[in-house]
């Protein structure tokens, strides 16, 4: 593994960890939408304010850590997709403002009617924000980001059957984790909660399983490259992300939420796995190589041992935060 590869992929560690804890954010907000009303949803939504309250602005540090690492080690890059994607950047991004604004200030809301449209515009943003990510890994994904200031088509570049599918891919991802994920918090903190989330889990895990069997044959119309580079090297993460799906399956039903959580985190990871195996040795697929995208040698260095720093630093403080709130009772 040569300097590039090494940035790269401490750049792919952190995509994967927002996706897994972002990604249950993003999910939790979206059965805070299907809750129910006020007054049959707040046992739920008492539970979901608890499991991402403490957490819900720390996600986002991995998501920025992504975009700072490829401004700084891979320029042309970052350039290209800031310039080319920037619709959807820009929608993601209000979504997360949005969503944030919304959640802080919805529990000092003094009117109903107040506390209804803060919380509509974190449920909302909480599914709109994850399509357009994935909408934008699906324009990558798919080839149509070339290097250059907007070199690419600021609509098709994700406003295509890939990209659909990659939003809607993300989305279902999101809601998954989390429904597997609030099965535990559920079982420990408000047991009559668990098997409504644990059904909701299975649900969700059939529906995504169907729609990424039916994305093969939107890959295959749309994107041949990307479908022929997925069966090439990004074929084994996919089988085992299949696997662990199934095996998480299988442990919602036996009610082993622990084992379950851990299982659909292997699922969502193996996926992108296969992404990153499929596009390999490409960061912009068809377009240019990882080499070619690189910074220097010093800055790329300089990266490495930042981050490194970076992460006696902030590791240990996460895990202490997760921790400590997941031994804190909600406030029902």
């Known amino acids: 593994m040569n300097l590039p590869?090494?940035?790269?992929?401490?750049m792919f560690v952190a995509l994967i960890a927002y996706a897994l804890f972002g990604g249950a954010d993003f999910?939790?907000?979206?059965?805070?939408?299907?809750?129910?009303?006020?007054?049959?949803?707040?046992?739920?939504?008492?539970?979901?304010?608890?499991?991402?309250?403490?957490?819900?602005?720390?996600?986002?540090?991995?998501?920025?850590?992504?975009?700072?690492?490829?401004?700084?080690?891979?320029?042309?890059?970052?350039?290209a997709v800031a310039s080319t994607l920037y619709i959807p950047l820009?929608?993601?991004g209000f979504g997360m403002i949005v969503r944030g604004g919304a959640f802080a200030f919805r529990k000092t809301a003094t009117t109903h009617a107040m506390q209804r449209f803060l919380g509509?515009?974190?449920?909302?943003s909480s599914v709109v924000t994850p399509f357009f990510l994935g909408a934008m890994v699906g324009g990558i994904a798919s080839g149509r980001v070339p290097p250059g200031v907007a070199a690419g088509n600021v609509l098709t570049s994700w406003i295509n059957p890939t990209s659909v599918l990659g939003g809607v891919?993300?989305?279902?991802?999101?809601?998954?984790l989390a429904a597997a994920f609030l099965c535990g918090d559920a079982r420990r903190e408000a047991?009559?909660?668990?098997?409504?989330?644990?059904?909701?889990?299975?649900?969700?895990a059939v529906v995504t399983g169907a729609v990424a069997v039916a994305g093969i044959f939107v890959l295959r119309g749309d994107a041949p490259a990307l479908f022929d580079q997925l069966l090439g090297r990004g074929l084994a993460p996919i089988v085992l992300s299949a696997a662990a799906g199934a095996v998480s399956i299988g442990l919602l039903l036996g009610r082993r939420y622990i084992w379950a959580r851990i299982t659909a985190g292997a699922a969502v990871t193996a996926v992108l796995c296969g992404w990153a195996a499929g596009q390999y040795?490409?960061?912009?697929p068809a377009h240019l190589t990882i080499d070619d995208a690189a910074a220097g040698r010093a800055t790329l260095t300089a990266v490495l041992?930042?981050?490194?720093?970076?992460?006696?630093?902030?590791?240990?403080?996460?895990?202490?935060?997760?921790?400590?709130?997941?031994?804190?009772?909600p406030q029902r």
């Open 281 to 284: 040795p490409y960061v912009l």
């Open 27 to 79: 999910g939790a907000g979206i059965w805070d939408l299907l809750a129910g009303g006020s007054v049959k949803g707040r046992p739920q939504r008492a539970l979901i304010e608890h499991s991402i309250g403490p957490v819900w602005e720390a996600n986002h540090v991995w998501l920025i850590f992504v975009l700072v690492v490829l401004w700084t080690g891979f320029p042309p890059a970052f350039a």
């Open 169 to 176: 891919l993300a989305v279902l991802s999101c809601a998954y």
């Open 90 to 92: 820009t929608l993601a």
């Open 305 to 329: 041992v930042a981050v490194a720093i970076g992460a006696v630093l902030l590791i240990p403080a996460l895990i202490l935060m997760y921790r400590m709130f997941q031994t804190v009772p």
């Open 5 to 10: 590869d090494a940035v790269l992929a401490v």
């Open 120 to 124: 509509g515009s974190f449920a909302l």
């Open 191 to 204: 047991p009559d909660l668990a098997d409504v989330f644990r059904v909701r889990a299975l649900i969700t």
